[in-house]
């Protein structure tokens, strides 16, 4: 399914011009103008390759096997998608004593079709982004990736507060990091994450701190990276540097930044692109990962303006693409997995966005983030 969404090719003052106009309709106009074609693009490193040299031994773990990132094909990269998620019941959704929904993903049929056709449309790899307290099956997403062509990484972790085993207050975060890294190794888990916090908090609690730490402390034992859930734009009471705290505390447990990736950063409602471009400047990645959902919150529009400003900022090696797939809601809204690239990639397109740095940012940044030189992993407390 292809959309017009009308954006012709703009310069970066019209990018300013949108970013300026905030999230409603007025951005519209400066996007949907007859512009000249994006001038004085700033691009690192050198697109249409694997920028930055990996370790001997650098491997991505899917769940059938350890591949180096060159097996993985020519296609993108989803770092965060969900195969497997069932929300319902735990916190969230559905009306209290009602009956349960089945989430469409409990639809393995369907999610393989889904997947499969994502791979017809130009993805290689699919991260997703659930575990054990999102109702995430991991036997379901080993069907899957027996069913596809498409390679299938695996993730682990706490989502939020408000879904935690109740057994998280009592424990320590050395004994949350030794039952991750178990964890990790017996699921073979490419990526911890989605981890986040609370959209109703001013700040993370000392629970989901203690999360993060042990999570990055089991990052650093395993090697595997990181990938978060942050609430910008979903929060009354959220600031807009929450993706900063938890890059500091992951920072905090010896995780290097480049292991990293701050998500839902194109849903933050930031003008200048503050935040974002701060992401980046310390060596985290930069998670676009609602991009085609989430409109009433950020229009895709905007999402592409605030790509442009930190591409010009020079920070293209630092960018990665997803759409957060969660079933009926998103299937509603238009195309399945390959959404990335056949909605939003053709907006950055006809910005201007040139088809190597295109391929960098689909192709190049995912692997180098999902990459890692497995190591061998024993208990914090032996």
Known sequence: MQQDFGVARFTRRDAIRVLAAGTGLGALPALTGGSDVLAGLQ???APGALTRRLPRGSIIRTLLRDVPPEALGTGAVLFHEHLSINLGGLGRGGRQGAPPLAP???????IAQLVNKAGTEGVSCIVDGGHTDMGRKLDDLRTIARRTNVHIVASGGFYMQRVYPPDIATRSEDQLADDLVRQATEGRFGAFGEIGEDPNGAELTLDERKVFRAVGKAAVRTGVPVFTHNSYGTGPNVPKDIGLQQLDILESTGLKPDRMAIGHTCCLNDPQVAIIKEIARRGAFVGFDRVTTV?????DEQKVAMALALLDAGHSDKLLLSADFTGQRTLDAGPGYGRTLTVF???????????????????????????????????SID
């Open 43 to 45: 691009r690192t490193g």
């Open 104 to 110: 469409v993903t409990d639809n393995v049929d369907l």
């Open 295 to 299: 409109q009433q919150i950020m229009p």
């Open 345 to 379: 990639v053709p907006m950055l397109r006809k910005a201007g966005v040139d088809e190597a740095t295109l391929h960098a940012i689909l192709h190049d940044n995912p692997r180098r983030f999902l990459a890692f030189v497995p190591k061998k992993t024993s208990s």
